[in-house]
T-cell receptor, first 115, second 113 residues
Framework: AQSVTQLDSQVPVFEEAPVELRCNYS??????LFWYVQYPNQGLQLLLK??????LVESINGFEAEFNKSQTSFHLRKPSVHISDTAEYFC?????????????FGTGTRLTVIP | NAGVTQTPKFRILKIGQSMTLQCTQD?????MYWYRQDPGMGLKLIYY???????DKGEVPNGYNVSRSTTEDFPLRLELAAPSQTSVYFC????????????FGDGTRLSIL
């Protein structure tokens, strides 16, 4: 069975500092990986996704995530955070097999950027 | 584009009451989903649908019902509201499964008192 672990429930970081939000998953088959961001009182928005090919994927707002198959990880990073990055971030996994309709979410990491 | 629209945004129910959470999407997506989000628990799938007339249970379906009579609409029904159903409910849609990401509505915040 799939599972997604986000070890850090809260991450405070100063503005312009780098940040890493960790995500590990378990699955016996190939997977698709996603990071979603949720701003207060809003739904989840797709930040980036890994489907295949290059293990490093980037978003338009400076975030990047690296797929590491051997460590079953998909950590999210940003070299310099802004106040506007304050939000909750969710890692999600779906198995690459027929009938795998479910998207499994981690419990989320609340990123707070401190001025 | 409106995307995924959920109504109402907020609702307070008494124990034992019933209500329907509405969800509609204008992207002609075949797949639709209902999640609940509880603090520190992430999102849990309640029900999903792969097309009009087809629904299936997710991880936490007890106490809920769904129907999918059209591609656009996927209402979630609570028949006998219980305090354990206090949560934020999100509807989502996607054009397919696999690598296709899901598009989320803004949620319905429901309190059962």
């Amino acid at each position: 069975a799939q599972s997604v672990t986000q070890l850090d429930s809260q991450v405070p970081v100063f503005e312009e500092a780098p940040v890493e939000l960790r995500c590990n998953y378990s699955s016996s088959v190939s997977v698709y990986l996603f990071w979603y961001v949720q701003y207060p009182n809003q739904g989840l928005q797709l930040l980036l996704k890994y489907l295949s090919g290059s293990t490093l994927v980037e978003s338009i707002n400076g975030f990047e995530a690296e797929f590491n198959k051997s460590q079953t990880s998909f950590h999210l990073r940003k070299p310099s955070v802004h106040i506007s990055d304050t939000a909750e971030y969710f890692c999600a996994v779906r198995e690459d097999q027929t009938g795998a309709n479910n998207l499994f979410f981690g419990t989320g990491t609340r990123l707070t950027v401190i001025p | 584009n409106a995307g995924v629209t959920q109504t109402p945004k907020f609702r307070i129910l008494k124990i034992g009451q019933s209500m329907t959470l509405q969800c509609t999407q204008d992207m002609n997506h075949n797949y639709m989903y209902w999640y609940r989000q509880d603090p520190g628990m992430g999102l849990k799938l309640i029900y999903y649908s792969v097309g009009a007339g087809i629904t299936d249970k997710g991880e936490v379906p007890n106490g809920y019902n769904v129907s999918r009579s059209t591609t656009e609409d996927f209402p979630l029904r609570l028949e006998l509201a219980a305090p354990s159903q206090t949560s934020v409910y999100f509807c989502a849609s996607s054009p397919g499964t696999g690598y296709q990401p899901q598009h989320f509505g803004d949620g319905t915040r429901l309190s059962i008192l």
